[in-house]
Nanobody, 122 residues
Framework: QVQLVESGGGLVQAGGSLRLSCAAS????????VSWFRQAPGKERELVAG???????YYGDSVKGRFTISRDNAKNTVYLQMNSLKPEDTAVYYC????????????????WGQGTQVTVSS
């Protein structure tokens, strides 16, 4: 069983930056596709960014140019660097992982972290 643990969330003013981390258990992290999703109160969970096992990266339209996903397979960790934060980025951020090719749908992901809160004030 794979366990994912997010960290790095907090309160930041608009225009500021945060870096989220997702630490994975196990020794097969490099074989997984990983993604970050987020969910704000009253809204559907949405894709933020993703990274395939082969190194390709993907971003939701609302965060392109502001967020960067990266992974360190040796440390079993995926990161989300968030710059130029806006109040509408306020949400609980989740990391997720799956074997096989990268897919944007959250329904395809088998393993999920418990989430970390990001709050952006105006």
């Amino acid at each position: 069983q794979v366990q994912l643990v997010e960290s790095g969330g907090g309160l930041v003013q608009a225009g500021g930056s945060l870096r989220l981390s997702c630490a994975a258990s196990g020794r097969s992290f490099s074989r997984y596709s990983v993604s970050w999703f987020r969910q704000a109160p009253g809204k559907e969970r949405e894709l933020v960014a993703g990274a395939s096992a082969s190194g390709n990266t993907y971003y939701g339209d609302s965060v392109k140019g502001r967020f960067t996903i990266s992974r360190d397979n040796a440390k079993n960790t995926v990161y989300l660097q968030m710059n130029s934060l806006k109040p509408e980025d306020t949400a609980v951020y989740y990391c997720a992982a799956k074997l096989g090719g990268w897919i944007p749908s959250m329904k395809a992901y088998e393993y999920w972290g418990q989430g970390t809160q990001v709050t952006v004030s105006s």
